[in-house]
């Protein structure tokens, strides 16, 4: 008897969890870390190019997983640098691109999480990345 009740509340919270998870879309969720050895697909995207930012997932930094969540929405460690880069983009001044690894079906940030949050803040729907 017990034992029913524990597992009928334990597959509850688990369909609220789901059901929260889904209204949350993947934004809520940690920034996703890739294994940069397991890209696959990039061989003939190689070079600097426009890439959605919709289709930049994750990173292959595990340190910068942390500062910022699955949309790239940064934490408070990470103001000081996010708020520069907010202020050189707003007034014009050229960023260098960011690089980036393609990983299966997505894309994962070497370099540039900030410009990339940045990015998003700004409603942008590319980014100038080097693919490697």
């Given at each position: 008897m017990e034992a029913d009740r524990a597992f009928a509340s334990a597959r509850a919270r688990r369909s609220l969890l789901r059901i929260w998870f889904s209204r949350c879309r993947g934004a809520c969720r940690s920034l996703?870390?890739?294994?940069?050895?397991?890209?696959?697909?990039?061989?003939?995207?190689?070079?600097?190019?426009?890439?959605?930012?919709?289709?930049?997932?994750?990173?292959?930094?595990?340190?910068?997983?942390?500062?910022?969540?699955?949309?790239?929405?940064?934490t408070r460690k990470t103001r000081c640098r996010w708020?520069?880069?907010?202020?050189?983009?707003h007034q014009g001044k050229a960023l260098p691109p960011v690089s980036i690894v393609r990983v299966g079906d997505a894309y994962a940030v070497r370099d540039g999480h900030h410009r990339v949050s940045v990015a998003k803040a700004f409603g942008r729907n590319t980014i100038r990345a080097v693919v490697a």
């Open positions: 996703a870390v890739f294994d940069e050895g397991a890209r696959r697909g990039s061989a003939g995207l190689l070079g600097v190019h426009d890439i959605p930012l919709d289709e930049i997932r994750g990173t292959v930094e595990p340190n910068r997983a942390a500062q910022f969540d699955g949309a790239f929405r940064p708020l520069r880069i907010w202020v050189a983009e």
